[in-house]
């Protein structure tokens, strides 16, 4: 089957590893890469490659053999950026978060719709082997009602100027959670509470608490503070309990068959204790493949293109992180109150 015709449209920090995996897919014939700074374009490309370089967008969307373009341009010029792309009919790959906001995302997503074109957003993590795991676990039932998410990524992070804690780093938890959660458990409010203890200007201690459907609640905490760095996220269901430890390569997910019960119901303190039973069960640390994310993620979004459906992390996913995002300042303003948000 002939490759498919791609750019990458922005060659800052993350446009290159966008670059360098296109290269090494035999799904993409890389063509273009695009940036306002030609030296940069040229300079991710690399020396004696037929790949050409433009600092004009116009070149790359004029090209009728490109069929899709990746954008890794900031977050703020997403919406100009990929709008153009389409109505180019180009499919977009788009990095995380999908646009500066929910009224410029639904336009994106709507605009993919009536063109019948792949709009994927690259949630990275989603694409990581653990979390593919995590995934079919959830998907399959193997871990029973979901009763808890708890995701803490923290360590002494990079104090952006432009966007706080929660813009930063909320949006992978976000996304891992779309993700992962079956049908039946979205989100339903939101409550976050942050402090800028260093006069940032915006937060950078954050906690996000999401009450889900069905009973279930997610904690999402982010901090750039903190002297150590941790990625662990618990998922705990009423039959099994997933810890991804992203921080552990030789034990990266452990599915826990443990757990607390209470039979009957407890109308006595000493009843209590007689009802609570615990379950101890095995451990088991599933092989995962070494992969890179990013890798995953171009595949899936050539297999969308070829098989005319949506990608695994669509434009709609893209949307729903963005409309917890923005609950966030509306439930800081109130002091952490829950407020609820519409998915
Ligand atoms: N998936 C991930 O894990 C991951 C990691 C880092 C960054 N990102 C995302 O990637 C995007 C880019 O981040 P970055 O850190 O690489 O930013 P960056 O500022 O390092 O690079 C952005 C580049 O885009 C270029 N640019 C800006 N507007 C343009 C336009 N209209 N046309 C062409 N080029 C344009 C700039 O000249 C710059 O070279 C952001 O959305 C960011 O959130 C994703």
């Known amino acids: ?62 090209d009728p053999g490109i069929d899709a373009v990746a954008v890794a341009t900031p977050a703020a010029t997403h919406a100009e950026v990929v709008l153009a792309c389409l109505d180019a009919g180009k499919h977009v790959l788009v990095e995380k978060p999908l646009a500066a906001s929910v009224a410029e995302a639904e336009k994106l997503v709507s605009s993919a719709d009536e063109k019948g074109l792949v709009l994927m957003c690259d949630h990275t993590y989603c694409y990581t082997p653990a979390v593919g795991k995590v995934r079919e676990l959830t998907h399959a039932g193997a871990l029973g009602a979901i009763q808890y998410f708890d995701s803490v990524r923290i360590n002494l992070g990079l104090v952006q100027r432009d966007i706080d804690v929660f813009w930063d780093l909320a949006p992978h938890d976000l996304s891992i959670l779309d993700f992962v959660l079956p049908d039946g458990c979205a989100p339903e409010t939101v409550a976050a509470q942050g402090v800028d203890p260093i006069g940032a200007g915006h937060a950078c201690v954050g906690y996000l608490t999401l009450r889900l459907a069905g009973g279930g609640i997610a904690h999402i905490h982010v901090n750039w503070l903190s002297p150590t760095k941790v990625r662990t996220t618990i998922l705990g269901g009423s039959r099994r309990i997933v810890v991804w430890d992203d921080l552990n390569p030789t034990q990266r997910v452990g599915i826990y068959d443990k757990g607390v019960q209470l039979n009957g119901s407890a109308d006595s303190e000493a009843r209590r204790e007689a009802l609570v039973s615990y379950r101890t069960g095995d451990m088991v640390a599933p092989a995962l493949a070494e992969a890179e994310a990013l890798h995953r993620a171009l595949q899936e979004f050539a297999a969308a293109i070829r098989e005319g459906r949506p990608a695994l992390t669509d434009g709609a996913s893209g949307l729903r992180v963005l409309k917890i995002l923005e609950a966030v300042p509306r439930s800081v303003d109130k002091d952490g109150a829950s407020v609820p948000v519409q998915l």
């Not at 590893?17 to 273009?32: G, K, S, Y």
């Open 1 to 62: 089957m002939k490759p498919l015709g791609v750019a990458v449209v922005g060659a800052g920090y993350w446009g290159p590893n966008l670059v360098r995996n296109f290269r090494n897919l035999p799904e993409f014939d890389l063509t273009w890469v695009c940036d306002l700074s030609r030296e940069r374009a040229l300079a991710a490309i690399g020396p004696r490659s037929t790949v050409r370089a433009t600092d004009a967008l116009e070149d790359v969307l004029a």
